[in-house]
C-alpha cells in the first residue's frame, strides 16, 4: 500500500485557470511534508514544508495547506512557467529521516 | 541555479568501467543524501551521510559505493554497473537529519547511460 499518494497524476489547465493538487498521506507519527517542483532533466527544487494540520504556506501563485491527513497545492491563475513535475513528500517517525515521495503530479497550464 | 552542484552532468560508461559522480555543497549542511530517479518516477532513497558518517544504506547493491571525504564533498564511485542502473543520480543536502525535519536541497543530477 502507498503511503504517499498524489492526484491527479495529470493536469491540463488554461492560462488563469487555478486548481489544486492533492497529496494524501498514511504514515504515522508525520514530521514533515515537503513539496517540490521538478523540470525536465533537472533536479527537484523546494516550495514549502509544513509541519502541523492548519498550517499554510504561500509563495507567488502556489499556497500549500496541511490536514491531518492530506495536503494540497493550490495554484492561481497559473502561468506557463508553472508548468512541472509537482512533487510531495513525508518524512515521519515510522521511517526515520527517510523521505517518502509520492509519484507526483504532472502539470501543464497552456497560454 | 541550485547551490548543490552535481558533476558530470551526463555520463556514459561500459559495464566494466570504473567512474565517479561528485556532489559539493558550500551551505554548511552535515547531511548528504544520494537518489536514484528512473524516467516518471519519484526519487529513490540510496544512501544518507549524516556528520560525514553513513547513516543509511537502503539495500544498495554493492556496485555502487559512496564516500564522504568531508562536510562538503559526497562522491558515488560506480564499477560493472548494469543496464538498469541507468537513470538520474541526484545529490541532496540538508542543514542536518535530524528533527525537526528539514527540507532537502537537490543538486539537478548526473544522467547516467550504461552500455
Known amino acids: 500500500e502507498d503511503q504517499v499518494t498524489q492526484s491527479p497524476e495529470a493536469l491540463r489547465l488554461q492560462e488563469g485557470e487555478s486548481s489544486s493538487l492533492n497529496c494524501s498521506y498514511t504514515v504515522s507519527g508525520l514530521r514533515g511534508l515537503f513539496w517540490y517542483r521538478q523540470d525536465p532533466g533537472k533536479g527537484p527544487e523546494f516550495l514549502f514544508t509544513?509541519?502541523?494540520a492548519g498550517e499554510e504556506k504561500e509563495k507567488e501563485r502556489l499556497k500549500a495547506t496541511l490536514t491531518k491527513k492530506e495536503s494540497f497545492l493550490h495554484i492561481t491563475a497559473p502561468k506557463p512557467e508553472d508548468s512541472a513535475t509537482y512533487l510531495c513528500?513525508?518524512?515521519?517517525?515510522?521511517?526515520?529521516?527517510?523521505?517518502?515521495f509520492g509519484a507526483g503530479t504532472i502539470l501543464r497550464v497552456k497560454s | 541555479d541550485t547551490e548543490v552542484t552535481q558533476t558530470p552532468k551526463h555520463l556514459v560508461m561500459g559495464m566494466t568501467n570504473k567512474k565517479s559522480l561528485k556532489c559539493e555543497q558550500h551551505m554548511g549542511h552535515r547531511a548528504m543524501y544520494w537518489y536514484k530517479q528512473k524516467a516518471k518516477k519519484p526519487p529513490e532513497l540510496m544512501f544518507v551521510?549524516?556528520?560525514?558518517?553513513?547513516?543509511i544504506n537502503e539495500s544498495v547493491p554493492s556496485r555502487f559505493s559512496p564516500e564522504c571525504p568531508n562536510s562538503s564533498l559526497l562522491n558515488l564511485h560506480l564499477h560493472a554497473l548494469q543496464p538498469e542502473d541507468s537513470a538520474l543520480y541526484l545529490c541532496?543536502?540538508?542543514?542536518?537529519?535530524?528533527?525537526?525535519?528539514?527540507?532537502?536541497?537537490f543538486g539537478d543530477g548526473t544522467r547516467l547511460s550504461i552500455l
Open positions: 509544513l509541519y502541523s
Open positions: 513528500a513525508v518524512q515521519a517517525m515510522e521511517y526515520g529521516n527517510k523521505l517518502v
Open positions: 541532496a543536502s540538508s542543514l542536518h537529519d535530524r528533527a525537526p525535519s528539514l527540507p532537502q536541497h
Open positions: 551521510y549524516s556528520y560525514e558518517k553513513l547513516s
